[in-house]
């Protein structure tokens, strides 16, 4: 059976994770010494427990109490992964990622919206958290279909000290949760 599908939801757009405000970098020129092409970037993957939801109407956990059910479909990472460096030499990754997250609809959804919070944090060297940013978005149910999907475009910005490079650091996206919606996920894995 076909399920109609939507795109729906503004691009959400994370420039300058960790550089505040700054304006992109020029593009790495000629007098570079090194071919920053051939570096590679950053492995982007869900958080396994935090890579789906379910959310109900009131305190209940009875699957007859479901307002949606959501999950990270798929991220796809190197749309674009760019090394970046300024005229004094510092150098970033600029990387376009794109999330697809897929949701399905209750019994008690009356709304015909699912909106959700979702985050991106990146983890440097060692595995040491650097920086999360948390988005909103949602995914409508259009002509009463019971399922809907949304595709969030980020695209965060790695600073890069001397010697680094993309297998340094790691993107990681996953659903905002409460301790109780985590429960839920560990107490029902998928």
């Keep these: 059976m076909h399920h109609p599908t939507t795109s729906t939801g503004g691009v959400r757009r994370a420039l300058s994770i960790l550089g505040g405000a700054a304006a992109l970098l020029l593009t790495a020129s000629c007098s570079s010494d090194e071919d920053m092409a051939a570096y590679p970037c950053p ?7 935090l890579a789906y939801m379910t ?14 059910e959501a ?3 798929q991220v796809l990472p190197a749309v674009n992964c760019v090394y970046e460096e300024e005229g004094d030499g510092k150098r970033a990754i600029v990387y376009d990622i794109q999330v697809k997250f897929l949701a399905m609809r ?9 909106k959700f919070n979702y985050f991106m944090a990146i983890t440097g060297p060692g595995g040491k958290p650097l920086a999360r940013q ?3 978005t949602e995914v409508a149910f259009e002509d009463n279909a019971t399922q809907g999907i949304t595709i969030e475009e980020l695209q965060p910005r790695i600073p890069l000290k001397q010697g680094e490079n993309g297998d340094w650091y790691r993107i990681y996206v996953g659903f905002m949760l409460s301790e109780k919606e985590l429960a839920y996920n560990r107490k029902n894995p998928r």
Excluded: I
Excluded at 43 to 49: H, I, L, Q, S
Excluded at 58 to 65: K, N, P, T
Excluded at 107 to 112: G, I, L, M, S, Y
């Design 106 to 114: 209750g019994p008690k959804d009356r709304e015909a919206t699912a």
């Design 71 to 73: 999950r990270v479909d």
């Design 55 to 68: 959310k109900f109407e009131g305190d209940s956990q009875d699957l007859s109490d479901t307002l949606f």
């Design 43 to 49: 492995v982007v993957a869900p958080v396994r427990e």
């Design 134 to 136: 948390v988005f909103d």
